[in-house]
């Protein structure tokens, strides 16, 4: 399976992005996508992530309420909408996927909020 991610950039405090996260191959086998990230000299963090078939979303309590994540099935795409992005919303954002053959990263894409 391959992610590819897009939609990152720089953002003033209180505004919106929308980040999009396709994946090619064996996406039969994925069970779940979502998003993570990772701000500077942090670990890695679980933002969101949603069930491929039913569609299940869970969100970590820092983005409740801001941040929405939804898939199209018919184009194995997930996305990230963000809204009231905080400068502590500054990080790299990474997609990832799991499935039955395992777990898949994509190369991550830089979000940055000024204030």
């Known amino acids: 399976v391959q992610l590819v991610e897009s939609g990152g950039g720089l953002v003033q405090a209180g505004g919106s992005l929308r980040l999009s996260c396709a994946a090619s191959g064996s996406t039969f086998s994925l069970n779940a996508m979502g998003w993570y990230r990772q701000a500077p000299g942090q670990q890695r963090e679980e933002v969101a992530d949603?069930?491929?078939?039913?569609?299940?979303?869970n969100y970590a309590d820092f983005v409740k309420g801001r941040f929405t994540i939804s898939r199209d099935k018919s184009k194995n795409t997930v996305y990230l909408q963000m809204n009231s992005l905080k400068p502590e919303d500054t990080a790299v954002y990474y997609c990832?996927?799991?499935?039955?053959?395992?777990?898949?990263w994509g190369q991550g894409t830089q979000v940055t909020v000024s204030s």
């Open positions: 949603i069930t491929t078939e039913s569609g299940y979303t």
């Open positions: 990832h996927a799991g499935g039955f053959f395992g777990d898949y």
